[in-house]
Structure formats: C-alpha cells, structure tokens
T-cell receptor, first 112, second 114 residues
Framework: GNSVTQMEGPVTLSEEAFLTINCTYT??????LFWYVQYPGEGLQLLLK?????DKGSNKGFEATYRKETTSFHLEKGSVQVSDSAVYFC???????????FGKGNQVVVIP | NAGVTQTPKFRILKIGQSMTLQCTQD?????MYWYRQDPGMGLKLIYY???????DKGEVPNGYNVSRSTTEDFPLRLELAAPSQTSVYFC?????????????FGPGTRLTVT
C-alpha cells in the first residue's frame, strides 16, 4: 500500500545552515504529497504541498519538489533560524477521502 | 474562527475507565479525522468521517468508537481504557476529499492510562 519513509534520527544544525530532510514514498497512482510541521506543544500545521509530478511546493523559505522518477519529496531550506526548531512530517494521501499516511517525523533542532 | 478545538488538554485515566475526547470545528468542513501520536511513530488514523452520520475505521480502531451527529462535532470514545492507549490524540478536519485538501489539526489531548 501507499506509504512514506523519512530519514532516521533527529537533525541538529546551527543557525543559517542548510537543511535537508529526505522523504521517499511508495504509491500506486499519483497521490498528493505534503509536509506538515509541529511546533512544541501544538498540533500539526501544513507547511507546503504538491499535487502532481514536478510541482514545487514552497512556504516560509522551505521548498520541496514532487519527483516521480525518484519517488521523493525532500524538504529543503537554505538558511534555518532558531524558530524553525520543530518536528517535520512527510505525508501522502491514500484516497479521495483525504486519508493521510504519515512518515515518522524528524525532530529539527537549530542552535544559535 | 477558532478552527479545530479539543477538550480536555490533559487527562489521566485508570485502567478500565471510559472517557470521551471532544472535537469541534467551526469551518463547516465535511471531513473529520482522529489520530493518535506515539513517540517516534508518526500519526496513525483511528477513525474518520466524510459527513454527518457517516464514520469509518482507520488503521488502529480497536478500543475506540466515534459518532458524527453534526457537521461540527466528532467525539472519540474510549471504552475500558488500557495502558496501550496512552498517547497524544489529535483531531483534524478537511474541507473536501479529492486527495488535495489540507487537514487542519487541533492542539491535541495528552492521555495517560495507569
């Protein structure tokens, strides 16, 4: 069935560093792909999305491109800030009811 | 708009007790979802609803029940609580289906069963 896999482990980096979080997916058909972010003590909120191959989602300096050939949707940001410290989840839609399959999430810690 | 609200924020239950987690949205969304989040495991779908009067099981429905009598409310019932139900529970809603609409999440309920 459809699923997503995120790279293992937390990510710790210094302010202004480049951030990449890998996400690969397995799917039949062409699901929409999402990145959600969870700040400490809060629920998840949508960071960006892409609904078809080669689409690029972007928001708050973050970007991700829907790559059908490599079945990937990697999240990138060129210069992180302390305020970007959060848990980031990759997700894809399972069906027309908008059910989502989530990756395990990556904790990102940005050090001043 | 308050968005998606959940009550309570925290709760401690004894094994075998029951409780209802409340979820309300004021965005007139047809689709609503309940997830549980366990450390390092992402989110797992418990139940979902595509409209008032319609509910369906997700990935991990055992030990839970839901109802959807109105568009706004989607309560989650735990019967005979077990330690395995210790988790953070999130309710979410979405405007429509088609697989492209984002989900809006509530702030969560942290439940401990001892």
């Amino acid at each position: 069935g459809n699923s997503v896999t995120q790279m293992e482990g937390p990510v710790t980096l210094s302010e202004e560093a480049f951030l990449t979080i890998n996400c690969t997916y397995t799917a039949t058909g062409y699901p929409s792909l999402f990145w959600y972010v969870q700040y400490p003590g809060e629920g998840l909120q949508l960071l960006l999305k892409a609904t078809k191959a080669d689409d690029k989602g972007s928001n708050k300096g973050f970007e991700a491109t829907y790559r059908k050939e490599t079945t990937s949707f990697h999240l990138e940001k060129g210069s992180v800030q302390v305020s970007d410290s959060a848990v980031y989840f990759c997700a894809l839609t399972l069906d027309e009811n908008n059910r989502l399959a989530f990756g395990k999430g990556n904790q990102v810690v940005v050090i001043p | 708009n308050a968005g998606v609200t959940q009550t309570p924020k925290f709760r401690i239950l004894k094994i075998g007790q029951s409780m209802t987690l409340q979820c309300t949205q004021d965005m007139n969304h047809n689709y609503m979802y309940w997830y549980r989040q366990d450390p390092g495991m992402g989110l797992k779908l418990i139940y979902y609803s595509v409209g008032a009067g319609i509910t369906d099981k997700g990935e991990v429905p055992n030990g839970y029940n839901v109802s959807r009598s109105t568009t706004e409310d989607f309560p989650l019932r735990l019967e005979l609580a077990a330690p395995s139900q210790t988790s953070v529970y999130f309710c979410a809603s979405s405007y429509g289906g088609s697989g492209t609409y984002e989900q809006y999440f509530g702030p969560g309920t942290r439940l401990t069963v001892t």
